[in-house]
Nanobody
């Protein structure tokens, strides 16, 4: 019932920046967290960052200090500001939302970091 639409993916050079956005539609009642995951070629999907309704954030060790997640509860959006991008950040990035203990996913947006 909840739908997530991502935007902002693209091709950037190493050291550059990119900002991903995710817009959620549907009932936001009982939404406890929103976040971003990514899946690199040949790798498992991994957590990048999450933010709860109360503002708690958690980041993967590999992106701490470089990525920042932010949530706008009024607009039902969550953004991921990515700075100092590395080739290893290349992946499909997925927006995620937890509602009543159930995880919902967007379709993903591709981020490619070149040297």
């Amino acid at each position: 019932q909840v739908q997530l639409v991502e935007s902002g993916g693209g091709l950037v050079q190493a050291g550059g920046s990119l900002r991903l956005s995710c817009a959620a539609s549907g009932s936001m009642l009982r939404v406890s967290a929103m976040g971003w995951y990514r899946q690199a070629p040949g790798k498992q999907r991994e957590l990048v960052a999450i933010v709860t309704s109360g503002g708690y954030t958690n980041y993967a060790d590999s992106v701490k200090g470089r990525f920042t997640i932010s949530r706008d509860n009024a607009k039902n959006t969550v953004d991921l500001q990515m700075n100092s991008l590395e080739h290893e950040d290349t992946a499909v990035y997925y927006c995620s939302l937890v509602k009543s203990g159930v995880n919902y996913w967007g379709s993903g947006t591709l981020v490619t970091v070149s040297s």
